[in-house]
């Protein structure tokens, strides 16, 4: 860019010899181009101790254009209208030195008293002060110069000059001596200093620029101007403010650019602006000037990079971001600082050109309110705290979902449409960490009138940091650098509430302002769900604010998850929770508490509960349904609750009145125990909640009946509901409760035992018992399957014992009741409990003697505390391992968790055909595996590979018929069909398949049918319970 600077040129003496002389005619100089006269009879003396009275005449020529001073003359020509001088205002004039006197001048004066520091020397023998403006160079004795001298540069301020005064100063004692000319005076103004705004033009008034904080400004140092007026130049210390004609107008949208060079480095290079009208100009510089570069820091808005000494840069700033408030609207006033508080004030040299304001669209982002999406505007973004956020730093919306964080932030952005904060809200986010900054964090504010409330606690969470503090809440585990976490926060447990006005983004880094990056993403507030309860046939809803229970129980950062419908509450690790109902339960004598547990994962103890208060230091209120903890329950009540086992799925129904009553229940509690390192173990879940009163059974008076295939308690309760239909007074009743209020049980569990006794009644006649099977006494039974008595220790030969004949009663029995009834399990004490419903017969011996057992397993160890009756051992164990037990053979079958089940009610029939009519009779396999029963439960039994399996299928008829009173059961069996399933372990992942097994009594089946090649495994673990070390090959055979 080009400024305007002094020039002058020589011109020949003869070309400007003044024409014909005229005394008082009127004297031209030009203003703007245009001509401007001015009667010299309204000259005036200018210092008029130095005019002597005026007593000297101006000579001007004829054309107004030249005026000569001869002698000494001290004369002020008024400007007509007085004169106002821009920053790029400059005179030209051409002057002719005739005879040089002490200071030949031309002055522009406010008025006639004489100043120094406004006067332009052209020509002088007098040692002349610093205050006055000599030009550069002189012009001699009989030459003729032209001057273009840019005034503006040497006085600036909205001052008006009402005189241009002439001066030929001769104080010597002749003096008439000395002549000046000075020819074609023009005064003109270069292009003004301007900006734009969105392409169009807005022009300063330079002439009326002012001192900004008067103070600190040096007024002798002028803003200059260049010749396209787009750009200012400043040198020396100064404070200046410039009044812009037409206003800019700054929004939320309004962007900055500008470029700046900076020649001589200086403390402070600053751009500002303000609304005269809103006390702008005496605001906090801090509030709206943007540092570009200096020595010193200044203010809030410092720019990095800042530019350096010899560098130019080009700026684009988000100036509607940076002025917030009353800072933005209508700009009337450019301000720059160029700050030196040195010794010398002088120095320092900074361009600043090209300033535009432009608009931009601001973007937004999304964020998900209770399942609705909600637009934030990025032009919203406010700083939240002036002692803390860097200005200069904004919130990059990269897409619609995510906000980014770069450097130091404190941002608050507001939000559309405020919602409500509760005990129930809980915010989800996505969080990406790229450089760590010092803490990075969210908040909630909820006072519309000051953002920086969120420094008040419990408002802000914070996700990944190296330094605390004391206003929010750490969520472990925080992100590392380079991770990307998915965040669920139960904010409503800790925020005090209220409607939401503003989202507040901070990256702190006090250390390094500059550095740290990360983004939220994805940032989602919603509502638990209420806990849905049936409360006598009316849905209740429970307002999911969850409460600690008990005495330093409840892990608190643990919450159940209830379902979007909210019928079922998932609760995962150890939590102790209650939940207020809405008005207060009564429990009566009818009142009837029922739901399902489905157990997950096992941990302590899970429970339900109705309380007065939070308080378990009272009398039971708690029902415990499941877990491994059996001692040190304190009040929880179990007895009579049957429990849920890992992998099961049960419903209950409960009548509350032999455990309490009353009319004050104000929670629903839920207790998730598990202690110690595994706090965050164990997995449950409680389903359809329902409290009612029961009333008498619509079934009472109805007699009608039904057919079933499978007598289980599911079957009969599906078919009684179906037959409710067809019952006036049950339609749209649940048989479940029907039947409790039938029986006036306590609970779902005497609704089951009752069925599954309807069910067995079904066998009672047509059941044959195992010694009336083989006609032979109990002891015989009890010692077969011990492997003991005849039938297993003599051995086939000519002329001696013969199976075929000893054991001719099992052909008999087979042909006679296995084909069409039901044979009872034996009454004797190897399949006592068999809590997996799993029963198996090992051999090792054959009655043929040429002949042995097919070795279709291995046998891996014994513990005699498993089979006290059978061993006569109370405690014991045999190892095997390595197949040094010898030809080996096991044959199982296992039944389905209703004793309706067919394979279930008649299992006795299994047995029948696997221990006495297969393997005995058929297979000839005899004999126990020392220390071991030959045939009992699974529990019972030697740890094994693997066994052979049968099952058993029924053709059968079950008629249940109703007498207004009570049920009956009527069996009609057609067929009783044994087959082959492969092996037991197969077979009974088939049944956890179907529904009749779980998959951890699977796991603990396969503890002891472990699998081939299994046998070390199991062996270690066994001998390590006993503090040995199992070592393979020192263990053939031993036993102790």
């Not at 009040?635 to 890992?646: D, N, S």
């Not at 839920?670 to 059974?697: C, K, T, V, W």
């Not at 002949?851 to 279709?856: G, H, L, T």
Request: charged fraction near 20%; proline fraction near 3%; charge should be negative.
């Amino acid at each position: 860019m080009k400024f305007p600077s002094l020039s002058l040129v020589a011109l020949a003496a003869s070309i400007l010899s003044p024409v014909a002389v005229v005394a008082q005619s009127d004297f031209v100089y030009t203003l703007d181009g245009q001509d401007v006269s001015i009667p010299v009879s309204s000259a005036v003396s200018y210092d008029s101790g130095q005019d002597q009275h005026k007593r000297r005449p101006l000579i001007v020529s004829a054309d107004g254009r030249t005026v000569t001073l001869e002698g000494n003359i001290h004369r002020a020509l008024p400007f007509l209208p007085a004169l106002s001088i821009k920053a790029n205002t400059v005179m030209d004039v051409d002057v002719t030195i005739g005879s040089i006197q002490e200071a030949q001048a031309i002055c522009l004066e406010e008025n006639t008293g004489h100043s120094s520091s406004r006067c332009y020397v052209f020509a002088h023998t007098q040692d002349l002060s610093s205050s006055w403006h000599i030009l550069d160079p002189q012009t001699a004795e009989g030459e003729t110069k032209h001057y273009t001298i840019p005034i503006g540069h040497y006085f600036w301020g909205d001052n008006k000059f009402n005189y241009l005064a002439l001066m030929q100063d001769n104080d010597s004692s002749n003096r008439d001596a000395g002549s000046v000319t000075f020819s074609n005076i023009a005064i003109s103004n270069g292009a003004e200093f301007y900006m734009t705004q969105n392409g169009l033009s807005h022009y300063t008034n330079t002439a009326a620029q002012i001192r900004y904080k008067g103070s600190q400004d040096s007024w002798q140092y002028p803003l200059m101007v260049s010749e396209d007026g787009k750009s200012v130049q400043l040198q020396g210390n100064m404070w200046r403010a410039i009044p812009i004609e037409t206003p800019i107008v700054i929004d939320a949208a309004t962007d900055l650019e500008f470029t700046v060079t900076i020649a001589d480095v200086t403390e402070i290079h600053s751009i500002c602006f303000a609304d005269s009208t809103n006390g702008g100009l005496s605001a906090r510089d801090a509030d709206r000037c943007i540092n570009v570069g200096g020595t010193q820091s200044f203010g809030y808005y410092n720019v990095d990079p800042h530019t350096q000494e010899g560098e130019t840069r080009t700026y684009t700033i988000p100036i509607g971001l940076v002025y917030q408030g009353v800072f933005r609207g209508n700009i009337d006033y450019i301000m720059f600082i160029h700050d030196n508080d040195s010794s010398d004030r002088s120095t320092g040299d900074s361009t600043w050109s090209n300033i535009a304001f432009t608009q931009s669209v601001r973007p937004s982002f999304n964020i998900m309110v209770n399942g609705e999406a909600q637009e934030i505007s990025s032009a919203t973004q406010a700083t939240a705290r002036n002692d803390q956020d860097s200005r200069l730093h904004f919130l990059d919306i990269s897409d619609a979902n995510s906000v980014t964080m770069k450097g130091n932030v404190h941002k608050a952005l507001t939000i559309s449409e405020p919602f409500e904060i509760n005990k129930a809200t809980e915010l989800d986010f996505d969080f990406t960490l790229t450089t760590m900054a010092e803490h990075h964090t969210i908040c909630i504010v909820t006072d519309p009138t000051n953002i920086a409330s969120y420094t008040w606690g419990n408002r802000c969470w914070t996700v990944a940091w190296t330094q605390n503090v004391s206003w929010d809440h750490n969520i472990e585990p925080q992100t590392a650098v380079g991770e990307t976490r998915h965040y669920n926060i139960p904010i409503g447990l800790k925020h005090p509430g209220g409607q939401t006005y503003y989202l507040v983004f901070v990256q702190d880094n006090d250390a390094n302002k500059v550095t740290g990056e990360s983004t939220f993403s994805n940032i989602e507030f919603s509502q638990r769900p209420d806990l849905m309860l049936d409360i006598n046939g009316v849905e209740t809803g429970v307002f999911n604010h969850q409460l600690s229970y008990g005495s330093r129980q409840d892990f608190a950062s643990n919450l159940i998850e209830v379902s979007d419908d909210g019928k079922k509450a998932s609760m995962y690790g150890n939590l102790w929770k209650a939940l207020e109902l809405p008005t207060p339960v009564t429990i009566t004598d009818n009142t009837v508490l029922s739901f399902t547990v489905d157990i997950e994962e096992l941990l302590e103890f899970v429970s339900i509960c109705f309380d007065e208060d939070l308080s378990d230091q009272k009398q039971a209120r708690c029902f415990k349904l499941s877990g491994t903890q059996t001692t040190n329950l304190g009040t929880v009540i179990y007895k009579g609750i049957k429990q849920t086992y890992e992998g099961e799925t049960k419903e209950y129904m409960i009548r509350l009145k032999e455990f309490y009553t009353g009319d004050a229940f104000n929670y629903i509690v839920f207790q998730h125990d598990n202690d110690g390192a595994a706090r965050h173990d164990g997995i449950s879940h409680i389903s359809d909640i329902s409290l009612y009163e029961m009333e008498p059974s619509c079934l009472e008076g109805a007699t009608f009946n039904f057919d079933l295939s499978e007598c289980t308690v599911d079957n009969f309760i599906a078919a009684l509901q179906t037959k409710m239909t067809t019952i006036g007074a049950c339609a749209g009743k649940d048989a479940w409760r029907e039947m409790l209020s039938l029986i006036d049980g306590q609970s779902d569990s005497d609704v089951r035992d009752r069925i599954e006794g309807i069910c067995a009644a079904a066998y009672t006649s047509e059941t044959v018992e195992f010694d009336t099977l083989l006609d032979k006494e109990k002891q015989f039974v009890e010692e077969f399957f011990d492997g003991g008595n005849k039938w297993n220790y003599e051995v086939d030969e000519a002329a001696g014992p013969n199976l075929a004949k000893d054991a001719s009663r099992i052909t008999i029995a087979t042909q006679k009741f296995d084909g069409n009834h039901a044979i009872a399990f034996p009454d004797v004490h190897n399949f006592e409990g068999c809590e997996l419903r799993a029963a198996m017969c090992c051999y090792v011996a054959a009655r043929d003697v040429d002949y042995e057992p097919e070795d279709n397993s291995d046998a891996c160890y014994m513990d005699f505390s498993k089979s006290r009756q059978s061993s006569h051992v109370r405690d014991g164990y045999s190892i095997y391992g390595d197949g040094s037990e010898g030809n080996f053979a096991c044959h199982g079958f296992a039944w389905g968790n209703d004793s309706g089940y067919n394979d279930a009610a008649f299992k006795g029939n299994t047995l029948f055909d696997v221990a006495m009519k297969n393997e005995l009779y058929t297979n000839k396999k005899v004999e126990e595996l020392p220390g071991a029963p030959m045939c009992g439960c699974i529990e019972n039994m030697p740890v094994v590979t693997r066994a052979d399996c049968t099952t058993t299928t029924v053709t059968q008829t079950v008629s249940i018929s109703f007498d207004s009173i009570e049920f009956f059961a009527e069996s009609t069996v057609t067929n009783v069909q044994h087959t082959d399933c492969a092996d037991l372990t197969t077979h009974y992942a088939q049944l956890v398949d179907e529904g009749k097994a779980t998959s951890t009594e699977l796991q603990k089946l396969k503890k002891h049918v472990v699998g081939d090649g299994m046998c070390g495994a199991a062996l270690y673990d066994f001998l390590d319970s006993k503090g040995f070390v199992y070592t393979p090959h020192l263990a053939a055979s031993s036993s102790t």
